[in-house]
């Protein structure tokens, strides 16, 4: 059974402070990896998609890693500015017919100014 | 990039009346939509996947009868929640996976359904 587990659960960081969220995942079979923020009352919206065959992906100021072997990924955010602020979720779809997300709790991240 | 539309973002119902909620994919076609509800401060659950020209699959615990879910078409999912109570007041979201997009998944904005 798949579990998506991120730590830490809460993180408050001054602004400019480069900061890594971690994601870790019990199965290493996956099609892929991707990160999404959250803003209060708001959707997600996707920040990376990390394919099983590819070790990163960046954006911006976000660089995400996979290490399907360990089964953890990383989101790297250099810089941070309090506009960050939101909840990270890292989610892996189900190797099944059914294409279910599996998500972790998530990090909620406060960057004051 | 792929966008799904989500509307409407808030409705207030009076209790015994029905809520109707759309999910558009944009640009993509998507068979398999997903239906979520998320309480304040909670992670997102898993209400039901919404399969294209079939029968929703709904996750155990999930009235099928209170909360209809529609896919009649590759573009549109509609989630209603039938004879609303207050308890079913909550912030729902679908979301579609494109398979264009190396099967990343997009979401909606969202609906904040408060039901008086």
């Known amino acids: 059974k798949q579990e998506v587990t991120q730590i830490p659960a809460a993180l408050s960081v001054p602004e400019g402070e480069n900061l890594v969220l971690n994601c870790s995942f019990t199965?290493?079979?996956?099609?892929?990896l991707q990160w999404f923020r959250q803003d209060p009352g708001k959707g997600l919206t996707s920040l990376l998609l990390i394919q099983s065959s590819q070790r990163e992906q960046t954006s911006g100021r976000l660089n995400a890693s996979l290490d399907k072997s360990s089964g953890r990924s990383t989101l790297y955010i250099a810089a941070s500015q309090p506009g960050d602020s939101a909840t990270y979720l890292c989610a892996v779809p189900l190797m099944d017919s059914s294409y279910k997300l599996i998500f972790g709790s998530g990090t909620r991240l406060l960057v004051r100014p | 990039g792929a966008v799904v539309s989500q509307h409407p973002s808030r409705v207030i119902c009076k209790s015994g009346t029905s809520v109707k909620i759309e999910c558009r994919s944009l640009?993509?076609?998507?068979?398999?939509m997903f239906w979520y509800r998320q309480f304040p401060k909670q992670s997102l659950m898993l209400m039901a996947t919404s399969n294209e020209g079939s029968k929703a699959t709904y996750e155990q615990g999930v009235e099928k009868d209170k909360f209809l879910i529609n896919h009649a078409s590759l573009t549109l999912s509609t989630l209603t929640v039938t004879s609303a109570h207050p308890e079913d007041s909550s912030f729902y979201i679908c979301?579609?996976?494109?398979?264009?997009?190396?099967?990343?998944?997009?979401f909606g904005s969202g609906t904040r359904l408060t039901v008086v």
């Open positions: 199965d290493s079979a996956i099609y892929n």
């Open positions: 979301s579609a996976r494109d398979v264009r997009d190396n099967y990343g998944y997009t």
């Open positions: 640009d993509f076609q998507a068979t398999t």
